[in-house]
Nanobody
Framework: QVQLAESGGGLVQAGGSLRLSCVAT????????ASWYRQIPGEQGQLVAQ???????HYAQFAEGRFAISRDTAKNTLYLEMNSLKPDDTAKYLC?????????WGQGTQVTVSS
């Protein structure tokens, strides 16, 4: 069982930056597939970024060049650095971990970008 807790969301002006954190309890393994998703009300959830068990990183087209996913297993934490934010990035951001065949989700943190 893994519990995930996101933080770091908030209100930011367009062009600004935020760093989201997702703390895994009890542990985040380097072998976990760790991802960030975002959810906009009324729309389907979108994969934002993913880090595989080999450390490979994959980004949605809208995130490429602006967002960066990373993890610190010593702190059991997954990060999402978001730069050059746009109003279209407004959403609830959720972290997810796949460990073997099991999926775990956090509750999410709201990001609001004002124009």
């Amino acid at each position: 069982q893994v519990q995930l807790a996101e933080s770091g969301g908030g209100l930011v002006q367009a062009g600004g930056s935020l760093r989201l954190s997702c703390v895994a309890t009890p542990l985040l393994f380097s072998s976990d597939v760790a991802s960030w998703y975002r959810q906009i009300p009324g729309e389907q959830g979108q994969l934002v970024a993913q880090m595989t068990e080999t450390g490979s990183k994959h980004y949605a087209q809208f995130a490429e060049g602006r967002f960066a996913i990373s993890r610190d297993t010593a702190k059991n934490t997954l990060y999402l650095e978001m730069n050059s934010l746009k109003p279209d990035d407004t959403a609830k951001y959720l972290c997810a971990v796949r460990r073997g065949s099991l999926y775990y989700w956090g509750q999410g943190t709201q990001v609001t970008v004002s124009s």
